[in-house]
């Protein structure tokens, strides 16, 4: 089946400076990309959806200032976690469907585990 | 998105089969039923999906009743790597998959003992 790989798998980072998660579908292109946030015991969230070449769609209550999604090209979509503070430490994950792939299914990134200190 | 109902949590002895039951009885006509699962700090992983007749793979068998109002995702033989968060998802139309985020629930928390 596709794949889609996150990097990195997990991030320690300081209070204050910024993170960035990367998601790459690998074996095949995706116009759409959605980043989730999963918090210990809960369910995953959708934060936003990423458009290649255009801006993202946010979820009520997501600071788009803060969470920048960056979808450059089809295989490509970029998270980064601007000054980071404890209460942002979660379980981020990313999906995609492409277009071009005959299955019906959404496939996911493994996951990034960030912990700001 | 019909809304989805599944136990919190079972537990299923390793060999057996686990039926893991959902109800959906607001779904509709064009909206098909997903399972995904997620094993313990991992991403959701695909397993099956359906419209209306049952379904079978290589990971597991979807049971959907005729009123299309509930549905039993079966995994024939569980092993302890089956151990995770299986949540049963009710949506429209494959073609949107690609559009549309997938809506998780919270799961049933599938437990296999040894």
């Known amino acids: 089946g596709a794949v889609v790989s996150q990097h990195p798998s997990w991030v320690i980072c300081k209070s204050g400076t910024s993170v960035k998660i990367e998601c790459r579908s690998l074996d095949f292109q995706a116009t759409t990309m959605f980043w989730y946030r999963q918090f210990p015991k809960q369910s995953l969230m959708l934060m936003a959806t990423?458009?290649?070449?255009?801006?993202?769609?946010?979820e009520q209550g997501v600071e788009k200032d803060k969470f920048l999604i960056n979808h450059a090209s089809l295989t490509l979509s970029t998270l980064t976690v601007t000054s980071a503070h404890p209460e942002d430490s979660s379980f981020y994950i990313c999906?995609?469907?492409?277009?071009?792939?005959?299955?019906?299914?959404?496939?996911f990134g493994q996951g990034t585990r960030l912990t700001v200190v | 998105d019909a809304k989805t109902t599944q136990p919190p949590s079972m537990d299923c002895a390793e060999g057996r089969a686990a039926n893991l039951p959902c109800n959906h009885s607001?779904?509709?006509?064009?909206?098909?039923v997903y399972w995904y699962r997620q094993i313990h700090s991992q991403g959701p992983q695909y397993i099956i999906h359906?419209?209306?007749n049952n379904e079978t793979n290589e990971m597991a068998s979807l049971i959907i009743t005729e009123d299309r109002k509930s549905s039993t995702l079966i995994l024939p033989h569980a092993t302890l790597r089956d151990t995770a968060v299986y949540y049963c998802?009710?949506?429209?139309?494959?073609?949107?998959?690609?559009?549309?985020?997938?809506?998780f629930g919270s799961g049933t928390r599938l437990q296999v003992q040894p």
């Open positions: 998802i009710v949506r429209v139309g494959a073609a949107d998959m690609g559009r549309r985020a997938l809506t």
């Open positions: 990423s458009n290649e070449g255009s801006k993202a769609t946010y």
């Open positions: 607001t779904i509709s006509g064009n909206e098909y």
């Open positions: 359906g419209l209306k």
């Open positions: 999906s995609a469907r492409g277009g071009a792939v005959g299955g019906t299914e959404a496939f």
